[in-house]
T-cell receptor, first 114, second 114 residues
C-alpha cells in the first residue's frame, strides 16, 4: 500500500512558469512533511518542510501548501528556472525517537525549458 | 552531502556474490538509514539504525542485512546478490531529538548485479 501518493510523474514547464507537484497521504500519524530535490548523480537534498499546524510555508521561490483536512500537500515553484530541473520527492514523517522514519512519494521529474 | 560518505560509488558484481556497501558519517547523528532508489518506485527503506548495534527492518529488507558497530559507520550487506538488487543505494542520517527534521543523504552507490 502506497502511503504517500505523488503526482504528476513528470512535468514540463516553460521558464517563468509555476509548476505544482501534489502529494496525498492517508496516515494521520504523519507529523512532518518535507520536500526533497534531487539532481542527476546526486543524493536527495532537503528543500523545504512543513508541520501540520501550518497551512503554508514559503522559502524563496518555493512554497508548500498544506491541507490537513484533505490530507494533501503541494509544492509550488514560482518563476521557475532551467536550474530547477530536477526530480522532486515529497515525504511524510512519523514516529518519535527510535521509530522515526520518512516515507517518500515516487517522485516527479520536472523539466523547465528555457 | 558534506559529512556523509558512501563507498564504493559504483560497483558491478556477479549474481550470488556477497556485497557490502559502506556509509560513513562525521555528523555524530544517532539515526542512520539505507534506502534504495528505483525508477517508478521512488525511495524505499531497507533497514535503519537508531544507535550502535540497534537496527530494524524497513519495507524491503529481504536479502539485505546491516551492521552498526560504531556511531559513524553503517554497513549494508547483500548476502547473495541478485539482479533485482541492481539499484542506486542511498544512506541517510538524522540527528538525535525531535521529529521535525529532514534526513541528510549521501551521494549514493550505483550497484549493478550481472
Amino acid at each position: 500500500q502506497q502511503q504517500v501518493k505523488q503526482s504528476p510523474q513528470s512535468l514540463i514547464v516553460q521558464k517563468g512558469g509555476i509548476p505544482i507537484i501534489n502529494c496525498a497521504y492517508e496516515n494521520t500519524a504523519f507529523d512532518y512533511f518535507p520536500w526533497y530535490q534531487q539532481f542527476p548523480g546526486k543524493g536527495p537534498a532537503l528543500l523545504i518542510a512543513i508541520r501540520p499546524d501550518v497551512s503554508e510555508k514559503k522559502e524563496g521561490r518555493f512554497t508548500i501548501s498544506f491541507n490537513k483536512s484533505a490530507k494533501q500537500f503541494s509544492l509550488h515553484i514560482m518563476d521557475s528556472q532551467p536550474g530547477d530541473s530536477a526530480t522532486y520527492f515529497c515525504a511524510a514523517g512519523e514516529g518519535g525517537g527510535s521509530n522515526y522514519k520518512l516515507t517518500f512519494g515516487k517522485g516527479t521529474l520536472l523539466t523547465v525549458n528555457p | 552531502d558534506a559529512g556523509i560518505t558512501q563507498s564504493p560509488r559504483h560497483k558491478v558484481t556477479e549474481t550470488g556474490t556477497p556485497v557490502t556497501l559502506r556509509c560513513h558519517q562525521t555528523e555524530n547523528h544517532r539515526y542512520m538509514y539505507w534506502y534504495r532508489q528505483d525508477p517508478g518506485h521512488g525511495l524505499r527503506l531497507i533497514h535503519y539504525s537508531y544507535g550502535v548495534k540497534d537496527t530494524d527492518k524497513g519495507e524491503v529488507s529481504d536479502g539485505y542485512s546491516v551492521s552498526r558497530s560504531k556511531t559513524e559507520d553503517f554497513l549494508l550487506t547483500l548476502e547473495s546478490a541478485t539482479s533485482s538488487q541492481t539499484s542506486v543505494y542511498f544512506c541517510a542520517t538524522f540527528p538525535t531529538g525531535g521529529s521535525h527534521y529532514g534526513y541528510t543523504f549521501g551521494s549514493g552507490t550505483r550497484l549493478t548485479v550481472v
